[in-house]
């Protein structure tokens, strides 16, 4: 490398070849860490394996055909849409409350803007162990604060029927620190002239908001939108920490599905794994589609 | 008390309002008024909400067992106790695994910046044939979700013999589409007549990018790094299955371990939360603006 500066000062031949050896770091480690993944992923679904997961005869497409008929996988899917949505919907529409609200003149207003980006410094692991602490059945805060109004206790992360919420509930709170603050770089943006010709035709409040701030919007919140989709799809420390796909399967998701077969208990089941694997690449795929999609159309929005 | 607090801090509002906001607050209406006390009210919940999280975690860190176990829960310690502290360190090797969590984010912070500084280079300052195809390769490795090409990538360290080491843990992550891109786009802004006074002077490229464009661009630099820095050290699944011993486990690891231990009380996890955050809240309160930054790159594409 040290020598590359010297050719390229001398031609063009040269400059083309110092492109290429800029290139090649980063070239290297996605062939070898994503390139070939993908390849070997599609792969191993195709075969079947030993015990130790090593791949021993082609199967074709029996893993997917597999996947389709067991109706686990059903619902692993079902689980898997819910937790989106249970995640997605109240991340963006409470920042988005956040954000408006923060737009009222009221003092303090960037100290309460940085103390709602603060959940923005929980890694999944921390945020999971504190709520792990809030949800404990016996010592936990949120029965204690339910006790208070004679409410009896609830089984947060040990009942089936409240697991995925309280992992969901988990989720969201970790995430509005990113929402908070994208939301507020998309404020920022709008042009301080459109806000102040509202203004001074007697715009305030919701009725600003409504017809001026959201519209304005539309491009970070549709960029939320399909980031935190792709967040939510692709979630895992959370899950494994609170409840570890249980109880009784209720908060089994396609990543963790992933996990528990390839990785859990020596499970090593890399070929279920890998078929799996395949299809939340596929829906992730299809959401940065949809994304470029729109944004094609409506690229001098954004 | 959120309620109190609202109304107390809307009366002030109210008493010295001419002050600092005279044109908004002059005339206004009783609606006006029950309007924005209404906006307080809600801003205190949401508060308190978002807030009392942290605010447990590290209150309760430095409580006494008895404490975090009562009924109903204290929320305010009484007594402040480093035992905590102390009972985490004993648990897990709790140095040993920050050590660990530092390393790898540093090496992959260092090594990302590096591969990205170059590889933008290539895009905004160099001839280059197949660029559109290139670059279509660096935008293409930011769909591909690490999740679906993990158990690949776990065989292949382990064929290495890099399971349960540093390279494991840092060597996938040594280069970025996202960071590439986002550099390329502050390259950009560069005007084009700098680089021909460089040439006129006699910098060849190699000069010209880390004496004036490097320096040039400290901002989007910044905020690459604290993004870098801010994923690797919050990292959970690949290191949780890439190291198999305490001593190799990253400090988000050991947060778990904590937790399932045979000793667990809420306290030491808590203890070893405010531990593990020191670094990123540092960074997310410091560093706000240049995140920001970082954050939105992706959506002005």
């Known amino acids: ?302 | 008390m959120s309620t109190l607090a609202t109304e107390s801090e809307a009366e002030a509002q109210k008493a010295d309002a001419p002050r600092p906001r005279p044109r908004l607050l002059a005339g206004r209406s009783p609606r006006d008024l029950l309007g924005r006390a209404a906006v307080h009210l809600l801003l205190a919940v949401a508060l308190v909400t978002v807030a009392f999280p942290v605010y447990y975690a590290i209150a309760g860190a430095f409580m006494g067992p008895s404490e975090l176990s009562s009924y109903p829960p204290a929320l305010v310690p009484h007594s402040v106790t480093g035992r905590n502290f102390s009972g985490a360190v004993d648990t897990i090797p709790l140095f040993r695994q920050y050590a660990n969590s530092a390393i790898t984010a540093t090496a992959i912070t260092v090594a990302q910046l590096f591969t990205s500084i170059l590889a933008a280079y290539a895009f905004v300052f160099l001839p280059l044939k197949a660029r559109a195809v290139v670059f279509g390769v660096f935008l293409a490795t930011l769909m591909v979700p690490w999740e679906a090409i993990i158990i690949p990538n776990y065989l292949t360290l382990s064929d290495w013999g890099f399971g349960n080491t540093y390279f494991g843990l840092v060597l996938p992550f040594l280069a970025s589409g996202f960071g590439t891109f986002m550099l390329r786009q502050a390259f950009r802004q560069l005007p084009g007549e700098l680089r021909d006074a460089a040439r006129i002077d006699g910098a060849g490229h190699w000069r010209f990018l880390w004496r004036i464009v490097v320096p040039l661009n400290k901002p989007a630099l910044a905020a690459l790094s604290i993004y870098v820095f801010l994923s690797a050290w919050n990292q959970y699944f690949w290191p949780l299955i890439i190291t198999r011993t305490a001593d190799m486990q990253t400090l988000q690891i050991g947060l778990t371990s904590l937790r399932d231990s045979e000793m667990a009380d809420p306290g030491l996890i808590l203890a070893g939360v405010v531990l593990s955050l020191l670094p990123t809240l540092a960074l997310v309160v410091f560093g706000q603006r240049f995140i920001v930054r970082g954050l939105t790159a992706g959506a002005v594409r």
């Open chain 1, 1 to 302: 490398m040290p020598t590359a500066p010297h050719t390229a000062r001398r031609s063009r031949w040269g400059e083309h070849g110092l492109a290429w050896a800029f290139l090649l770091p980063s070239l290297v480690v996605f062939a070898l860490f994503i390139g070939y993944p993908l390849g070997r992923t599609i792969y191993l679904s195709g075969h079947a394996n030993d015990l130790f997961g090593a791949p021993s005869r082609y199967v074709g497409a029996k893993h997917y055909t597999d996947l389709l008929s067991s109706a686990d996988f059903g619902r692993t899917l079902v689980t898997t849409g819910l937790f989106t949505l249970l995640t997605v919907v109240p991340g963006v529409l409470g920042a988005l409350v956040l954000v408006l609200l923060l737009e009222n003149r009221i003092r303090g207003v960037r100290l309460l803007r940085s103390a709602f980006a603060l959940p923005f410094a929980f890694s999944v692991a921390s945020a999971s162990v504190v709520f792990a602490v809030f949800f404990n059945p016996a010592s936990g805060v949120l029965n204690g604060l339910l006790s208070h109004v004679g409410l009896g206790p609830v089984g947060w992360l040990t009942d089936s029927r409240y697991a995925l919420v309280s992992v969901a509930l988990t989720t969201v709170w970790m995430n509005l620190g990113y929402n908070v603050l994208v939301l507020s770089a998309g404020i920022a943006s709008i042009p301080g002239e459109i806000v102040e010709a509202a203004r001074i035709d007697g715009a305030s409040g919701l009725r600003l908001s409504r017809s001026i701030t959201v519209p304005m919007l539309g491009p970070n919140l549709f960029f939320l939108t399909v980031v935190s989709t792709v967040h939510a799809l692709q979630s895992f420390g959370q899950i494994h920490i609170l409840t570890k796909g249980g109880p009784d399967g209720s908060t089994r998701t396609l990543v963790y599905s992933v996990y528990e077969k390839a990785f859990a208990y020596n499970s090593s089941d890399f070929g279920t794994a890998s078929a799996q694997a395949v299809v939340l690449l596929v829906v992730v795929l299809a959401c940065t589609a949809v994304q470029f999609g729109v944004l094609e159309r409506k690229v001098h929005y954004a």
